[in-house]
C-alpha cells in the first residue's frame, strides 16, 4: 500500500529522517512507535504530502507522491489528528460534510454516509448539529474519525489521536477503533507514543529512534526477541506491571 524509498529529511540543519526505508503492507494497522522527536508524526506527514522528502521518494499503491497529484490521492486517504483537528465555526456535521459537498455529492447520499459512519463509530446523531467547542473530547475526535472515513479511503492516517483525552474516554475509543478497524478492513497507520496502545491496536509495530527504524514486527517480537538494548529499555520504560503487553494484544 505504501512505501517509503531512501527518505530523507532535514529542517534547517536538523536532519529528522537520515534514510528511511519503509513498507506498510496493505489491510493491517501498522503503528510508529518510539520516544518524542523520533521521527514518527514527520513520517506520516510525508505519507500525505503535507511536506516532501529531501531525497528518496513514497509511493502510495506503487504512485510516487508528486504535488501535482497528491490532490486526488488524498481523497483515497483518511487522516486525523488529535482533538480531530476541526473547524471551530462549523458544526460537526459541516465539517465532516465539507469535502463530500466540494466533490458535488448530493444531500441524501450524504446524510446516508454520515448516519452510517454515526452508528460505526457510536456517536450520537444529535452531536453533529453542535460546534466543535460543544463537545467532549471524545465526541471530537469520533467527528474527525468520520470526517477521516467519509470518502471511503485506502488508507487511514492516525497522528496520536488519543494524546489528549483522558484514560476513561481513551480506553472506551480505543477499544472502538479496534472495532472499527476489524469491521472495514482498511490500511491503517497510527503514531503514538503508547506501547500498550500499540500493543492492542496493532498487526506490525515500528519502533524508531532519530529517524530511524530499530525494530520492526509483533508486540511478541519486541518483548521476546529484542533486536537491541534500546528496544528492551523502551519496552520496560513503559511497561505496566498490572497490564502485562501480550494480554492487550491477545485481547
Known amino acids: 500500500m505504501l512505501l517509503l524509498r531512501k527518505v530523507r529529511k532535514s529542517f534547517g540543519d536538523q ?42 521518494e513514497v509511493l502510495f499503491e506503487g504512485e510516487k507522491l508528486k504535488p501535482e497529484s497528491i490532490r486526488s490521492l488524498r481523497h ?4 486525523v489528528i ?25 444531500k441524501d447520499r450524504i446524510e446516508a454516509r454520515i448516519t452510517e459512519l454515526a452508528e460505526l463509530t457510536r456517536l450520537p446523531r444529535e452531536s453533529l448539529s453542535r460546534y466543535p467547542s460543544q463537545l467532549s473530547g471524545g465526541q471530537r475526535q469520533r467527528i474527525g474519525l468520520i470526517r477521516a472515513l467519509m470518502l471511503d479511503p485506502d488508507l487511514i492516517l492516525l497522528d496520536e489521536p488519543m ?31 503508547d506501547l500498550g496502545e500499540a500493543a492492542y491496536l496493532g498487526d506490525t509495530l515500528v519502533l524508531l529512534r532519530g529517524g530511524e527504524i530499530v525494530q ?29 503487553l501480550e494480554e492487550i494484544a491477545e485481547n
Open 15 to 56: 536532519v529528522a529522517i537520515p534514510g528511511l526505508d519503509l513498507t506498510i503492507s496493505a489491510g493491517q494497522t501498522t503503528v510508529l512507535i518510539g520516544p518524542s522527536g523520533c521521527g514518527k508524526s514527520t513520517i506520516l506527514r510525508l505519507m500525505i504530502g503535507l511536506i516532501w522528502p529531501d531525497k528518496g
Open 216 to 244: 520492526q514486527g509483533s508486540i511478541q517480537e519486541l518483548l521476546h526477541s529484542p533486536a537491541e538494548p534500546f528496544v528492551k529499555e523502551f519496552v520496560q520504560a513503559q511497561r505496566n506491571p498490572f497490564e502485562p
Open 76 to 79: 483515497r486517504i483518511g487522516y
Open 163 to 193: 494524546g489528549a483525552l483522558d484514560p476513561l474516554i481513551r480506553s472506551d475509543l480505543q477499544s472502538d477503533l479496534k472495532e472499527i478497524f476489524n469491521t472495514l478492513e482498511k490500511t491503517v497507520v497510527l503514531v503514538t507514543h
Open 82 to 106: 488529535q482533538e480531530g483537528g476541526l473547524f471551530p465555526h462549523l458544526t460537526a456535521e459541516a465539517n465532516v460534510a465539507l469535502l463530500a459537498k466540494h466533490l458535488k455529492w448530493s
